[in-house]
Structures are given as structure tokens and as C-alpha cells.
T-cell receptor, first 113, second 113 residues
Framework: AQSVTQPDIHITVSEGASLELRCNYS??????LFWYVQSPGQGLQLLLK??????LVQGIKGFEAEFKRSQSSFNLRKPSVHWSDAAEYFC???????????FGKGTRLHILP | EAGVVQSPRYKIIEKKQPVAFWCNPI?????LYWYLQNLGQGPELLIR????????DSQLPKDRFSAERLKGVDSTLKIQPAELGDSAVYLC???????????FGQGTRLTVV
């Protein structure tokens, strides 16, 4: 069973527009949740993570994500995207909090000038 | 501080040949991961080490894949013999005890011809 679902394979937004990338997980307990970004030819870089506490987490590069337990979601947002944000974005979970990190299939973000 | 270092960055081999990848994690990180990333997919865990012990190798195809982390620091991942379907990016990551924040190397892109 898929642990992490990213329903959008590709997303295209105009530079300066707002962004929301969706992520759902399929476990009842609250796992650790992550968003990573992968630029072409680069390794994955952690944008932000949620372990507990405040459900709105701030990350690097102006990104934020909100954990919604009722929807089993952890969507990534940015109020205004820049051309340099074009990349692949991966949602990931550590479902049992045991250091086993499972990744979604990714969403590729395209930015229109 | 140096990040996770992987070598080689690229490797092209003929099918049925052996190949090995090397990973040097961030100093002091006791957890080391090997992931496989197929084109257009998210990373999939192959094996996870805690120090020199493989604590999760359930996804490692043991008929042709092997890994070792003899002194709990560097690690090698080997494929013998390689098949065409093994063409992918092999990612190494590390994290410190209790952190669950994994830092990734740039990966080794393997092409089997």
C-alpha cells in the first residue's frame, strides 16, 4: 500500500504566483513528515519537517507546510514562487518514527516567466 | 562541514558486469541509508544501517545486491551481475542518532547497456 501520495505529477505556475503541492499519507498515527526538493543533477535537500507541536511549519526558501490530521495531509505552500523554484518536490514520511523514511513519487514544478 | 559524499557520480557498464558504489556519510552520523531512484520516481529505500548493523534490508534484492559498512562509517553498495533494469540513480543519505533528518549525497547515476 502506498504510504505517501502526491496526486499531482506536474504543476505549472507563473512566477510570482502562489503555490500549493499536495501530499497525503495513509497511516492513522502521526508520523514524522518531510518535504524535500531535488533540483536537476542535485541531491535531495530538506525544505522542512514536522515532528509535533505547531501544525504550521516554516522551512527554507520561503516554504511552509501545514499538517492536517483530519485530512492526513501535509501540503507544501509558498506565497510567491521564483523561477529558481523549478524542481522536483518529494513528500516523505517516517511512519513509525523509526528512521525508515518513505518517499512519495514526487511533483515536478514548472515555472512560467 | 562536508556533506554526504558519493562516488562515482556516473557509471556506465555492460550488463552482467559487477559495479560498486561508495558513500562517505557526514561525520558522526550513525544512520546510513541507500536509496534507489528510478527516472520520474521517488527514492525507494534499499537498506538502512545503524552503525555497522543493517537494521532494515527488506527491500534489498539479495540475489544480486550486497552492501557493507564495516567500520560503521563508509559504505559500499555492490551489484553483481548488473541487469538493464538496474539503470537508475543510487542515493546515499545519513542522519544522526534520534534526528530522522536525512542528508543526501548527489547520487551515482548508473547506466547499464
Amino acid at each position: 500500500a502506498q504510504s505517501v501520495t502526491q496526486p499531482d505529477i506536474h504543476i505549472t505556475v507563473s512566477e510570482g504566483a502562489s503555490l500549493e503541492l499536495r501530499c497525503n499519507y495513509s497511516y492513522g498515527a502521526t508520523p514524522y513528515l518531510f518535504w524535500y526538493v531535488q533540483s536537476p543533477g542535485q541531491g535531495l535537500q530538506l525544505l522542512l519537517k514536522y515532528f509535533s507541536g505547531d501544525t504550521l511549519v516554516q522551512g527554507i526558501k520561503g516554504f511552509e507546510a501545514e499538517f492536517k490530521r483530519s485530512q492526513s495531509s501535509f501540503n507544501l505552500r509558498k506565497p510567491s514562487v521564483h523561477w529558481s523554484d523549478a524542481a522536483e518536490y518529494f513528500c516523505a514520511v517516517d511512519r513509525n518514527r523509526d528512521d525508515k523514511i518513505i518517499f512519495g513519487k514526487g511533483t515536478r514544478l514548472h515555472i512560467l516567466p | 562541514e562536508a556533506g554526504v559524499v558519493q562516488s562515482p557520480r556516473y557509471k556506465i557498464i555492460e550488463k552482467k558486469q559487477p559495479v560498486a558504489f561508495w558513500c562517505n556519510p557526514i561525520s558522526g552520523h550513525n544512520t546510513l541509508y541507500w536509496y534507489l531512484q528510478n527516472l520520474g520516481q521517488g527514492p525507494e529505500l534499499l537498506i538502512r544501517y545503524e552503525n555497522e548493523e543493517a537494521v532494515d534490508d527488506s527491500q534489498l534484492p539479495k540475489d544480486r545486491f550486497s552492501a557493507e559498512r564495516l567500520k560503521g562509517v563508509d559504505s559500499t553498495l555492490k551489484i553483481q551481475p548488473a541487469e538493464l533494469g538496474d539503470s537508475a540513480v543510487y542515493l546515499c543519505a545519513s542522519s544522526s542518532r534520534g534526528s530522522t533528518e536525512a542528508f543526501f549525497g548527489q547520487g551515482t547515476r548508473l547506466t547499464v547497456v
